[in-house]
Each structure stands twice: as structure tokens, then as C-alpha cells.
């Protein structure tokens, strides 16, 4: 009896023994690596074979502690890219796996961004090594293609217009075609929520061209009530935004605006062609694009920027009351 006593506590020491061992090796960080390690595991992959990538990784020591993580805590594990570059414990390798803790980066796209900015954003965003799939020149193809939303707008000359301004989830190996299409996504789900009968061309011409001009939200309406103004009759905008974009086509803007690209016959160039530029300027966000559904009632023709910094501007009906507004802009911004 006091032999199989002894066999007994034997057993529950071995057992406790063995559980605070294997407690130990899990809870061990490990790093078997330099740089930063990319694992990507597709769907429908297995937990024995996900414990032998990150083994041979050198993200776990060996392959059997991801499996005794499993067997103590059962989860989905989740597929998609994970990036490791601290030492971590298995359990800790086996918790991001099943919450899905996948790597990816933010794109942000402000209002008013065009496909030159937008491809600047992303030379920030990543190097080729973190980002190998997507890069300035891709996205700048893929953006000049328009097909992807001729259904919607069958005159549009590019994506331009239709990149709808957000914040994107960029995953390491996310394509030009594939951010393109989220993008273009966007832009249908917010034009749907308007439920506009307008021809959707002209509209997002109009907003680009409001976008780039109203610094202040509450001047977009009266912005495009002074293009469409100038519009019914048959005036020329003289918008400075779609010289500069003329010169962004052609690849010779340095930053501020000479007197040759007043003077450029580039049809997006509206000092020198009447009516709306081919297509947008930038892409436009849902109020510039609501402002130019629904100009202010006015019979503005003209605005300046105050020369106070508040970004705002003084708007004119005639002529000579402009010319006055210009006047004491210069005035001001002489002193």
C-alpha cells in the first residue's frame, strides 16, 4: 500500500513537474531571427503546418510548442500576413494568430488629393521591401486606366475623381489594382447614398475643381455656385487648380504657377478653354461633391482669397466689385 502511495505522489510531482516545464517553455520569448520575418499563411492552411513555417522562421524554438499552445487553448487560427521583429513566447505567437493580429499599414487620402498625391503617399508609406507589390509608378498605371469605372462615368479619362478620400488598410502584399478597387468602391457606395440623378461626370468634375479651391467647408456651396454661374453663361472659370493639374499631366509643374501655364492650350486648362476641364481635377469628398448637386443661390461670379489666413475668400457678382476685393488683397498682403 505504501509503495503505491509513493508511486502516486511520484506521478502527480512528475505531472506537476512536467506542467510547470512546459508552462516555462511556452511562456519563453524567442527570437530566432535578424530582420523582421513576413509569414503569410492562406486559408485552409493547418495548425501543423503554420508550426512548422514559424519554426523554420525562427519566430518559435520548435514546432511542438504552437501545438501544445493549441491543445491548451483552442481558437481559429486566422489566415493572412503576420510580421514578427520581437522576441515573443509561443503562447504569445499562437494569441496573435487566433485574434487575427494581421500586419498591415494605413493610407490616408485626404479631400481633395489627386493621383499624383495619392502616388506621393505611398512613396511614403513603403519601401519596395515593405510594400513589393505597390509603388508610385504602379498606382499611377493602374489610376490612368479608366475602364474599371466606365460603366459609371462612360467619359472618364482616368480614376481620377472616383479614388474616394479615406483611410485604406494597405497589406503588405495589396496591388495598385487591388487599392484602386477598394478606392473606386468607396466612391460607388457614397454616390449610391446620394441618390443623384445628375450626370455623374460633370458633377465630379465640378467638386474636384470645388475641393482644390474652398479652404473652408462652408464656402463650398458658394464656390460652386460661382463656377456654375460662369457655366450658364458660358464664361470661362479661370480656375488656378486646373492649370496647375494641365501642368501635373504634362510633367513640368515645379511648384508655383508661370505665366505659360495661363497661356497652356492643354484642354484642362480653363483660362484658356470655357466649360469644365475633360474630367476631375482630384478627388473630391462627399460635401464638395454635395455642393456641387446643390450651388448656393447666388449670382457670384468672382472670388479672392482673404488676406487674413482664415482661408477664406470675398466673393463679387460684378467686375469692378472684384477688381476692388483684388485691390485691397494686395494691399493687405503688401503691409
Avoid at 126 to 155: C, H, M, Q
Wanted: proline share 6%; glycine share 6%; hydrophobic share 45%.
Amino acid at each position: 500500500m505504501k509503495f503505491l502511495l509513493r508511486l502516486f505522489f511520484l506521478a502527480v510531482l512528475a505531472f506537476g513537474l512536467g506542467g510547470a516545464y512546459l508552462a516555462y517553455r511556452l511562456s519563453q520569448p524567442y527570437r530566432g531571427f535578424s530582420d523582421p520575418v513576413f509569414v503569410e499563411f492562406p486559408r485552409g492552411t493547418s495548425s501543423g503546418a503554420m508550426a512548422a513555417t514559424l519554426a523554420e522562421k525562427g519566430v518559435i524554438r520548435d514546432r511542438w510548442l504552437f501545438l501544445a499552445a493549441r491543445a491548451l487553448r483552442r481558437a481559429n487560427l486566422q489566415a493572412g500576413e503576420y510580421k514578427f521583429e520581437k522576441p515573443a513566447s509561443a503562447l504569445d505567437v499562437y494569441s496573435r494568430i487566433a485574434r487575427g493580429d494581421i500586419f498591415y499599414m494605413e493610407l490616408l487620402i485626404p479631400e481633395g488629393y489627386n493621383i499624383f498625391d495619392i502616388a506621393g503617399a505611398i512613396d511614403k508609406l513603403g519601401t519596395k521591401e515593405r510594400l513589393p507589390a505597390l509603388n508610385p509608378a504602379a498606382f499611377l498605371a493602374v489610376a490612368r486606366d479608366p475602364s474599371p469605372i466606365r460603366d459609371l462615368d462612360p467619359s472618364a479619362k482616368s480614376l481620377e475623381g472616383y479614388l474616394f478620400p479615406n483611410k485604406y488598410r494597405i497589406y503588405r502584399l495589396t496591388t495598385a489594382q487591388q487599392l484602386c478597387r477598394q478606392m473606386t468602391a468607396e466612391f460607388r457606395v457614397q454616390w449610391k447614398a446620394l441618390n443623384a440623378r445628375a450626370n455623374v461626370h460633370d458633377t465630379v468634375t465640378l467638386a474636384s475643381l470645388v475641393e482644390r479651391e474652398a479652404r473652408l467647408p462652408e464656402e463650398r456651396p458658394q464656390v460652386a455656385a460661382v463656377f456654375a454661374n460662369r457655366l450658364r453663361i458660358g464664361m470661362r472659370l479661370d480656375c488656378d487648380p486646373t492649370t496647375v493639374y494641365a501642368a501635373l499631366l504634362e510633367d513640368r509643374y515645379r511648384g508655383v504657377i508661370h505665366r505659360s501655364d495661363l497661356d497652356s492650350a492643354n484642354p484642362y486648362n480653363t483660362y484658356q478653354h470655357a466649360g469644365l476641364p475633360p474630367g476631375p481635377i482630384a478627388n473630391p469628398g462627399l460635401r464638395s461633391i454635395k455642393a456641387a448637386l446643390a450651388p448656393a443661390d447666388s449670382k457670384y461670379l468672382y472670388f479672392v482669397a482673404r488676406a487674413d489666413g482664415s482661408g477664406g475668400h470675398r466673393f463679387s457678382a460684378s467686375l469692378e466689385q472684384h477688381e476692388a476685393a483684388v485691390a485691397q488683397y494686395e494691399r493687405a498682403i503688401r503691409k
